[in-house]
């Protein structure tokens, strides 16, 4: 490994390579021992009743804990603890049984808390609805302050919070708390979105309340990029707003209101701009929300656009690596409007006479 | 008898300034003799029992001394000695105007011995300030534990606001407005550039702005009133009022603003289990100078405790410093004597006032001196006499409950003329709970402290501050009682001059200041060492092993509680 120096014959091994060796002996040891019990569960799952020992359960366990990606032992472990499970009347037993799964998950977690197996064997254990989920919850939380995006512990808590049925207005609260610790958290601010696409897809949600909830929201992320114009995690959630609150036109009194929220969100970045003229996040998001504005307002179409295309400008000189992007968005704003005028040459007439119909 | 007899350094006192000295010594490869005449490291700056504090409350403001017996009586001759002989004395008048309230109910206050009642609070500890940097290349961190500081407040209008100090702190604070966010967050990264830059800067912080007063550097900025309050008091700690300046001095410049900011921030982001920039020592201050002082042990410094010194002994002819005479009668020799601020020693007389009397001449007549006058003007000619800057009052109170529920440790900053209907000073309060274990489940302490010209005026001020944490008894308001009880408090004046003294290898350390950090004591501290041991090294840099090249400090942090 780099930095480390070459090890000189006849010098005495690092502690390290003790500690290695250890390992690779008792693997040795252990699989021959695992591979003859999961045989051997197999033969006898033809007809006969296999017993799974306690001696094979710990072996698999230590096996587990050495190396916690190998697959076939999870499987094993868990045609054991079904097979346990259906002998085991007593309710306790049953729970205690429980316990160990996590127990031996926890062990392997400690060695790599990215592995795939031991977050599913936690999942499948917990679906047995034998453990309590509020010690799941304690648990995640003391992880995600210790790695608050390892996207498996939040993955982890999502399903928990489903499992348990925590209504989303409750789950949210600690997405809030983990973004007051450090809002360079995508895994938060994801979660809260997706947790908000579930409260306003509920059924009975009044407009109103999913209305005044995003723009709670707005004024949320807003301290993000006052106190950080340059971390990105605030912008994201931000065009995701943008999204959802463009996705509300058309029901009844939206229209309205989306523009009272365009021109106060316009605004706010304007005002931003003024205290840091050159923070790309805020000019690329005052193009999109003026070109979101015109595509609604014809009255303001030719301004808002314009400036739109001065920001764009400005961004190819101001983040040239994604100078392409902006001249690709400045092609599309020169063609729409080619068209535009081309087709209202040809349709004014038509136009007019529509509005006449209207009126 | 204590062998050897000869030393590179005596020290008297186990005081933090005089066992970060001992330690440096002995880690500088010097031979240290350590005396101290108290029972368990009592000094200044230690955390005493809740007794030990009621004794010093009943004497009046004395440090109630260890009883010595002499077990070998051993004398010598002033004719053996080829000395001039100073007696040494007990520092008069160190602490004033102590007063307990309640005085004689100490039943609500839960079991006594659990407390540790810190003389020189309240003072923090900077994550990366000069003390932990020491603590760590003495190896004195595995002794010590810490709590972090959980929060910081500032007391405006009435109320206490949270100090936005970090990134998040900004991010979640719902007083400031948003474009208020960015002018702070802006300001510090102004300073995280400073740093970075290491002096080199150009434009607002060009060399020659940052001798200017910091706060015109603020206004400049364009920092709101709130912010620059904050920053000034909250942030840089800094100690006088500087929006109305009476002395020039007090004045903090440009430059020393924004390094007491840069150790904020490095501070705040050395320790990731630390919540904030501060630190607090577990089972109090006191611990400290036990921790400097087993790293003296353990490099073969000699400790002999419970062991007065009578007197200092200087050559006849050049009056140098020579060694010290203790209580056993033995003479103990080296020409470098550091004692605790808590001696004085009688000033040489010179040579033209008495050209022919003996040593044991003058002992006499200045003795006849001092019984026939109540003013020691032989003994204790100090720095700065009157003024603002020599003494400090402190208050420690012992409250029911939290001010701040779910919060134990924290620290609120009373700028100056924020206590309502008053002009005052800058002071300070840190709350500490059972969780630093200085005192027992459910009960809280709150220290404060504020400078002090007038006796009067400094308890009237930190009376305004207590009014504002703690609950006055009558009040129907509501609000008034979800506040803490105040169970007990003592105030006392301390003196924080420094004693005056010309006698060549003789050093005497300081007392706790009015500063609520360490940086100003260790400046001190190292200059002395510098003074008595050019070439050496204070504290020389620990080679990095194999196993702690993760960083320096990683001790400490594993010393902090919430791991």
């Known amino acids: 490994m780099h930095g480390r120096p070459r090890q000189r014959p006849g010098q005495a091994p690092s502690p390290l390579h003790h500690q290695e060796q250890a390992y690779a002996v008792e693997l040795q040891k252990l699989m021959p021992q695992f591979l003859q019990s999961n045989r051997t569960c197999w033969v006898f799952d033809v007809g006969v009743v296999c017993s799974y020992s306690a001696e094979a359960m710990n072996q698999n366990a230590r096996l587990l804990e050495l190396n916690p990606e190998f697959y076939t032992a999870w499987n094993y472990r868990k045609r054991a603890v079904e097979e346990i499970l259906g002998r085991e009347t007593d309710e306790e037993a049953r729970k205690g049984i429980a316990q160990r799964e996590l127990d031996v998950v926890v062990r392997a977690l400690r060695v790599n808390h990215k592995c795939y197996g031991a977050w599913y064997h936690r999942k499948w254990v917990i679906g047995l609805g034998l453990s309590s989920l509020d010690a799941e919850l304690v648990l995640l939380k003391k992880l995600l302050r210790l790695d608050g995006r390892n996207f498996h512990g939040w993955d982890y808590r999502r399903f928990i919070v489903k499992t348990k049925g925590v209504p989303p207005e409750e789950a949210i609260l600690f997405t809030t708390d983990k973004i007051n610790e450090n809002f360079s958290n995508y895994s938060a601010w994801h979660n809260r979105s997706a947790l908000l696409s579930e409260i306003s897809k509920k059924e009975g949600t009044e407009i109103n309340r999913v209305q005044a909830m995003l723009e709670d929201e707005y004024d949320f992320v807003k301290n993000s990029f006052y106190t950080d114009p340059d971390d990105q995690s605030g912008w994201f959630y931000y065009c995701w707003l943008l999204e959802q609150t463009i996705a509300l036109v058309g029901t009844p009194g939206s229209d309205v209101w989306l523009m009272k929220v365009l021109d106060k969100e316009i605004e706010a970045c304007r005002e931003l701009l003024e205290l840091e003229s050159n923070s790309k996040w805020t000019k690329l998001t005052l193009a999109r929300l003026l070109l979101t504005h015109a595509s609604y307002n014809t ?61 | 008898m204590i062998e050897p007899n000869t030393f590179d350094a005596i020290v008297l006192g186990t005081g933090l300034p005089e066992s970060i000295l001992a330690a440096s010594i002995a880690a500088a490869g010097k031979t240290v003799l350590h005396l101290d005449a108290y029972e368990g490291y009592l000094s200044p700056w230690a955390s005493p029992s809740f007794s030990t504090l009621s004794s010093f409350a009943s004497s009046g403001g004395c440090l109630p001394k260890a009883s010595f017996s002499a077990e070998e009586e051993l004398t010598f001759s002033p004719e053996e000695i080829e000395y001039k002989i100073l007696e040494v004395k007990d520092a008069p008048a160190l602490y004033s105007h102590v007063k307990v309230s309640p005085a004689h ?49 500032i007391w405006r209008d009435g109320q206490m606001t949270a100090v936005p100090a970090s990134r998040s702190d900004v991010f979640r604070d719902k007083t400031l407005s948003l474009a208020d966010k960015r002018f702070l967050m802006r300001f510090f990264k102004l300073v995280a550039d400073y740093t970075d830059s290491e002096g080199g800067t150009s434009g607002e912080l060009a060399a020659e702005n940052l001798d200017r007063p910091f706060v015109e550097f603020l206004r400049r900025q364009q920092l709101p009133t709130l912010i620059r309050e904050i920053i000034l008091y909250a942030i840089a700690l800094v100690d006088d009022d500087q929006e109305q300046v009476s002395d020039v001095a007090s004045l903090v410049s440009t430059k020393d603003g924004l390094q007491a900011l840069a150790l ?91 050209p022919t009397t003996t040593s044991s001449a003058v002992d006499a007549e200045e003795d006849a001196h001092l019984r026939s006058s109540d003013v020691p003007s032989t003994s204790s000619e100090r720095h700065e006499t009157g003024g603002d800057s020599t003494k400090v009052a402190r208050c420690l109170c012992i409250t029911d409950q939290s001010f701040q529920p779910g919060l134990s440790t924290v620290m609120v900053i009373f700028p100056p003329n924020s206590l309502h209907g008053r002009k005052s000073k800058v002071v300070r309060a840190l709350q500490l709970g059972s969780a630093a274990d200085v005192c027992p489940d459910g009960k809280y302490i709150v220290q ?116």
């Not at chain 2, 020491?134 to 929060?151: I, N, T």
């Open chain 2, 264 to 354: 904020y921030l490095a501070s705040a982001s050395r320790f990731p289990d630390a919540p904030g920039a501060f630190l607090y020592p577990m089972y109090g201050h006191g611990d400290l100078p036990q921790a400097f002082c087993r790293c003296a042990a353990v490099r073969g410094a000699l400790y002999v405790l419970r062991m007065p010194v009578v007197s200092l002994l200087l050559d006849k002819e050049s009056g140098d410093c020579k060694g010290v005479q203790i209580a056993s009668g033995q003479v103990l020799h080296s020409e470098k004597v550091i004692a605790s601020p808590t001696f004085c020693v009688e000033q040489p007389a010179t040579s033209e006032s008495t």
């Open chain 2, 448 to 563: 404060f402290s504020v400078k002090c010209s007038d006796a009067t005026e400094a308890e009237e001020t930190l009376q305004a501050a207590k009014d504002a944490l703690f609950r006055v008894d009558d009040s129907e308001d509501d609000l008034e009682s979800e506040k803490p009880k105040l169970l007990w408090s003592i105030f006392f004046i301390q003196d924080v001059s420094n004693p005056l003294q010309a006698i060549r290898g003789l050093k005497m350390s300081v007392m706790p200041d009015g500063t609520i950090d360490y940086r100003s004591m260790m400046k001190y501290t190292e200059t002395i060492f510098h003074e008595l041991f050019p070439e050496k090294e204070f504290f020389p840099k620990l080679p990095a092993t194999s196993t702690s090249d993760e960083g320096e400090g990683d001790a400490v942090a594993d010393g902090i509680d919430g791991l």
């Open chain 2, 105 to 153: 109910d100490e039943s609500s206050l839960g079991r006594l011995n659990r407390y540790s009642l810190d003389l020189a609070g309240p003072k923090v500890v900077f994550c990366a300030g000069p003390l932990v940097d020491a603590l760590v290349s003495a190896q004195a961190d595995h002794h010590v534990r810490f709590k972090g500081v959980e929060a910081s407040f």
């Open chain 1, 299 to 359: 009255s303001s179409r030719k301004s808002d656009t314009d400036e739109a295309r001065t920001h764009f400008e400005e961004l190819c000189s101001l983040d040239p690596t994604h100078r392409e992007y902006y001249q690709y968005q400045l092609s599309m704003l020169s063609s729409k409007e080619l068209i535009k005028d081309r087709s209202s040459l040809t349709t004014q007439h038509e136009g007019s006479e529509e509005l006449q119909l209207k009126s």
